[in-house]
């Protein structure tokens, strides 16, 4: 529902964009302002910008897959092509309000340098982005538990999260991921949320991605909890139209998750090798519930013997306090992304305590990945994808 009143916005923009598009090509030779170049050219735009649309309208198909595809880089151009122009008009709105209004900077050559210095430079960010995205990285941390765990002293444990599975993340990435995973030689992998990307049909290669899960090794297996993500609803442009309702979880992708030999909590927890605790906490904003409603963490942890190690596995990085108050010593989340994109990569370290990273929290450490895929464009400006490999060391009495 909210595309709809963000439809105006996004058409006058995208309009916008094309006519001061066409002025700087003017400056620069005026052939390129004739009707020959002018007409194929704004065919082709026009089709970028009702890629999203068509996207979602579309049958799934070969087809649909590749028009949903570059719907997703098209939304990273408009994205940093919209920041350009932006710096352009507010410079050159400061300009004619003080001396610099007749400086060569916004003569007709002053024009065609800085137009071109933006347009190259929007291209360069755009496919570092592009690249930025599939590059898995590894990121170590070491943590102190202060409890001691039946016959160890350490364990590491790979954190992966928010792989949106579907139309833009496939097989490929991961194979990349699992890869990554099994370099760290893991004693466990917790999974935190957002495994699909809201279908399941989206899949490129169902079988082929349940491969490569089986081929995680981890002495204690694959845990992991649902996210905001994980359940069918339709999408358009990063918003959904399941407004004030509670999608329930989709069997289907409950079933492939299964398969894939991953072991799911659902607001509920299991006690690994009697060592330590696994905690699995609901979704906040979709928890997959007929009323939308998910257990307190303090519910969840009450009846545990917390002398034992207690990791929790949360989607998003939210309650940290209560989570810490309940009794985890770990907390592993995700959804954040690291904001993805710049600017969004400085926003949201407005909106989450634990953006990306490591916290403590009095006696508990909130662990937050930046996760392996990514949501809406296929790009990461600022951030990284990644796989967290953290080193838990039990310091309790032995």
Request: glycine residues 8%; hydrophobic residues 40%; contains cysteine.
């Amino acid at each position: 529902m909210i595309f709809l009143f963000l439809l105006p916005p996004y058409l006058a923009v995208t309009i916008y964009l094309l006519i001061r598009f066409f002025h700087w090509l003017k400056n620069c030779n005026h052939r390129l302002a004739w009707k020959r170049f002018k007409i194929p050219f704004t065919v082709v735009y026009i089709a970028l910008a009702l890629s999203p649309l068509l996207a979602f309208v579309l049958p799934r198909s070969l087809f649909s897959i590749v028009v949903r595809r570059i719907s997703t880089y098209w939304m990273g151009v408009l994205l940093y092509s919209t920041i350009a122009v932006g710096v352009f008009e507010v410079l050159h709105l400061i300009a004619k309000h003080t001396k610099l209004k007749n400086a060569k900077l916004f003569s007709r050559g002053g024009k065609i340098t800085v137009g071109s210095l933006l347009t190259v430079l929007t291209v360069l960010v755009c496919i570092y982005g592009g690249v930025n995205a599939r590059n898995i990285k590894t990121t170590e941390y070491e943590v102190n538990v202060n409890k001691s765990c039946e016959g160890i002293s350490d364990m590491n444990v790979v954190l992966v999260a928010d792989l949106h599975l579907g139309y833009s993340i496939g097989v490929n990435q991961m194979k990349f991921m699992v890869d990554r995973i099994n370099e760290q030689d893991p004693d466990l992998v917790v999974i935190a949320g957002d495994i699909f990307d809201n279908s399941y049909d989206s899949l490129d290669d169902p079988e082929g991605i349940k491969q490569q899960f089986h081929r995680i090794k981890s002495k204690y297996g694959v845990y992991a909890t649902m996210g905001n993500h994980d359940i069918e609803e339709k999408i358009l442009m990063g918003f959904t139209f399941s407004w004030g309702e509670s999608p329930s979880l989709s069997r289907q992708m409950q079933d492939f998750v299964e398969d894939c030999g991953i072991k799911v909590l659902y607001d509920d927890h299991v006690l690994v090798d009697n060592k330590f605790y696994l905690v699995g906490r609901r979704d906040r904003d979709k928890p997959g519930t007929d009323d939308g409603s998910r257990a307190s963490v303090s519910e969840l942890t009450k009846d545990l013997d917390k002398t034992k190690p207690v990791f929790v596995i949360a989607h998003e990085p939210d309650e940290l306090q209560e989570t810490a108050d309940a009794g985890a010593d770990i907390d592993f989340s995700g959804h954040t992304h690291d904001g993805q994109l710049f600017p969004l990569t400085v926003i949201v370290r407005s909106i989450w305590e634990n953006p990306c990273g490591i916290l403590k929290k009095g006696d508990m450490t909130s662990v937050v990945t930046s996760g392996v895929g990514v949501y809406g464009p296929y790009m990461r400006v600022g951030t990284r994808a990644e796989i967290c490999s953290v080193k838990v060391r039990f310091k309790g009495e032995t």
